[in-house]
């Protein structure tokens, strides 16, 4: 019974720690140290907007004509695209798993410095089958989006693994141009 309890320990133990408590796997992100954290006003005095409704091809698809639904809130914290929020400036996840399949998206977006350019890094996971098995599949994707001579620039820089492999780089481009009202 007493080996049973220390097992069941042990193994709760091991499941709510974190990744870096392991002590073969190398802490990869070094953390700050604490300091007092106060939310300031921004000293943007003017966001690009990209409010409208675009239309544009991709260099990956150039075949492809992609439509885009713009709006974007009055104070620049959130924006719609094709009426699917955006929050800025927050950590948005998404997963999913049924049936031996899992699936999920980790973004951030936030405006540079100047408010005139939207960056974001996306991270998206997909697994299908048990996890012994392999087949694990990770993007991660430098996303930057802004206007140049009144055309909308998309600009998407991935990395693609599996089982913790690199197995290739995308670099793409999409441009639209602003349809009348």
């Given at each position: 019974?007493?080996?049973?309890m ?6 709760c133990?091991?499941i709510?720690?974190n990744?870096?408590s392991i002590?073969f796997l ?7 140290a ?17 409010s409208?409704?675009w ?11 992609l439509?885009l639904?713009?709006?974007?809130s ?14 800025l ?6 997963f999913?798993?049924k ?6 998206t980790m973004?951030?977006?936030?405006w540079?410095e100047?408010g005139?350019q ?11 089958g048990?996890?012994?098995?392999g ?5 991660v994707?430098?996303?930057?989006v802004f206007l140049?001579n ?5 600009l998407?820089e991935?990395?693609?693994?599996e089982?913790g492999?690199?197995i ?9 141009k602003?349809q009348?009202?």
């Open positions: 019974m007493k080996k049973q220390i097992a069941l320990s042990l193994s133990t091991l709510t720690a990744a870096a002590p190398p802490k990869t992100i070094s953390k700050p604490k300091t007092h954290v106060q939310g300031t006003k921004s000293n943007i005095e003017e966001y690009a907007d990209f409208g409704e239309v544009g091809t991709c260099e990956s698809t150039p075949d492809e004509e439509a639904s713009i709006t974007q009055p104070d620049a914290s959130s924006i719609l695209f094709d009426n699917r929020a955006l929050e400036e927050t950590l948005l996840t998404n999913a798993s049936n031996f399949e899992f699936e999920g973004m951030h977006f936030r540079n100047t005139q939207l960056l974001g890094t996306v991270i998206e996971y997909y697994k299908k048990h996890m012994s098995m087949n694990q599949m990770i993007n994707s430098k996303v930057k140049e009144e055309q909308l620039i998309n998407v991935s990395t693609r693994f089982d492999n690199i290739g780089n995308l670099t793409d481009r999409c441009v639209y602003r009348p009202s």
